[in-house]
């Protein structure tokens, strides 16, 4: 039973540099969670999809960040142009009105 | 005023101690309430789920208080392997469908020999 699927593991970037994260989320769970966690701020939620459509995007920072749900199975979330202060760990996460489910995270360090 | 709070820890205790938890929420309209664990370098996972009427799971014991606004969890007979931080979680919303939770910061737990 595969759970969320997140990719790259590790994101070693310059500053200015695209960065591109990915995600599939558990097969049938209808809902998709963009987390970004740092020990100053904790879990903040970025963004949320139901059904492939975006609900709620107030917690994205700026307009650097862009997220999409092009199907049921896969999402992204681009940070264009990336800064030192986006390092961060960045968790995906899926549900159908249970409990979340979250991917192994992304830990991204912009240099 | 963070919609969440928890005391960030860490709590030193050691093996076979009793610990608790608190958090407190800001919303009174918050209608579910759960703690995750996340141990280090690893994602969040749902420990437990707080029901009004208080719920137990083993030796973890979940607590919620309407009336001032907090959720506690007790552990009892600490393990080395509780060793993790414990999130509370919050859905400040009404039941929508939508579970859009709200973490705290997290409690730091270590259990030594």
């Known amino acids: 039973d595969a759970g969320v699927i997140q990719s790259p593991r590790h994101e070693v970037t310059e500053m200015g540099q695209e960065v591109t994260l990915r995600c599939k989320p558990i097969?049938?769970?209808?809902?998709l969670f963009w987390y970004r966690q740092t020990m100053m701020r904790g879990l903040e939620l970025l963004i949320y999809?139901?059904?492939?459509?975006?609900?709620?995007d107030s917690g994205m920072p700026e307009d650097r960040f862009s997220a999409k749900m092009p199907n049921a199975s896969f999402s992204t979330l681009k940070i264009q142009p990336s800064e030192p202060r986006d390092s961060a760990v960045y968790f995906c996460a899926s549900n159908l009105r249970g409990p979340l489910h979250f991917g192994n995270g992304t830990r991204l360090t912009v240099t | 005023r963070k919609e969440v709070e928890q005391d960030p820890g860490p709590f030193n205790v050691p093996e076979g101690a009793t610990v608790a938890f608190n958090c407190t929420y800001s919303?009174?309209?918050?209608?579910?309430f759960f703690w995750y664990r996340q141990d280090c370098r690893k994602e969040p996972k749902l420990l437990m789920s707080v029901y009004s009427s208080g719920n137990e799971d083993g030796r973890f014991t979940a607590q919620l208080n309407r009336a001032s606004q907090y959720i506690s969890l007790l552990i009892r007979d600490s393990k080395l392997s509780d060793s993790a931080t414990y999130l509370c979680v919050v859905n400040p919303r009404q039941n929508t469908g939508f579970q859009k939770l709200v973490f705290g910061t997290g409690t730091r737990l270590l259990v030594s020999p």
């Open positions: 097969s049938g769970h209808n809902s």
């Open positions: 999809f139901n059904n492939n459509v975006p609900i709620d």
């Open positions: 919303n009174s309209a918050s209608q579910s």
